[in-house]
């Protein structure tokens, strides 16, 4: 039977959070493995997330998650909307997710595994929207993500029990620097120097090595 959060993924590549919530019919093209409980399931919980905390947000739940697998997850793979949390007098919606993923030590480092997860996870899901719009100032996204040395992926698979040590990335990105980013005036590397980031709870500065500019909007090509 196929779990509720991969299911949750098919859901939100067939229709929108917004069209899902506001419609009483279940979406066409969801696999025949899902039961019907389970679809109602997965469009309640984004009708919630989405009166609760909007529809942007209730979206970021489950493109992290889509991001993740996409990311050649083989473990358990979750994304959670947390709620609010304090931090440096600003109010962040938290986001935590269980990304599956697993590195390999025999080519990255800890600041190679983290680079990684920014642009796998992070980065793609982040360039899904041309702005942002959730409460609080702005969003904090936990992922957690496992690593260790291999020869194949397929091998980690096979051997769940046997992961390696989990590793915890936090990143806090304040909304006027992720509009900045979105809008393309901002890049990513001064974008994640402004925000806050964690690993293991300790901050760390990412040094990006592949940074590329999202091209700016047709609309804007040629104005400075």
Same mark, same amino acid.
């Given at each position: 039977m196929m779990s509720l959060q991969r299911l949750f993924v098919t859901l939100l590549v067939g229709a929108s959070v917004a069209a899902a919530a506001d419609s009483p019919d279940l979406p066409k093209g969801l696999p025949d493995a899902a039961s019907k409980d389970q679809r109602i399931a997965v469009l309640e919980l984004m009708k919630a997330n989405t009166q609760k905390y909007g529809s942007d947000a209730a979206l970021l739940q489950g493109l992290l998650l889509t991001h993740s697998l996409q990311g050649e997850a083989v473990l358990t793979t979750q994304s959670t909307i947390t709620g609010f949390e304090?931090?440096?007098? =600003? #109010?962040?919606?938290?986001? /935590? *997710?269980?990304?599956? *993923?697993?590195? $390999?030590? #025999? &080519?990255?480092?800890?600041? @190679? @595994?983290?680079? =990684?997860?920014?642009h796998v996870v992070l980065e793609r899901?982040?360039? %899904?929207?041309? #702005?942002? %719009?959730?409460p609080g100032d702005g969003p904090a996204v936990e992922i957690s993500y496992n690593h260790r040395e291999y020869e194949r992926l397929s091998d980690v698979a096979q051997t769940d029990d046997d992961a390696g040590p989990v590793e915890r990335a936090k990143f806090y990105l304040l909304g006027s620097d992720l509009d900045e980013f979105l809008g393309h005036r901002l890049g990513p590397q001064?974008?994640?120097? /402004?925000? =806050?980031?964690?690993?293991?709870? /300790?901050?760390?500065?990412? !040094?990006?090595?592949?940074?590329?500019?999202?091209?700016?909007?047709? &609309?804007?090509?040629? !104005? $400075?």
């Open positions: 304090e931090r440096e007098g =600003r #109010k962040y919606l938290g986001f /935590r *997710v269980e990304s599956g *993923v697993v590195l $390999n030590d #025999k &080519t990255m480092d800890r600041d @190679r @595994r983290l680079e =990684r997860i920014w899901t982040l360039l %899904k929207y041309p #702005k942002f %719009k959730a001064e974008f994640l120097g /402004r925000s =806050r980031v964690l690993v293991d709870e /300790r901050p760390v500065k990412i !040094q990006l090595t592949e940074v590329t500019m999202p091209p700016r909007p047709a &609309t804007e090509l040629g !104005q $400075n």
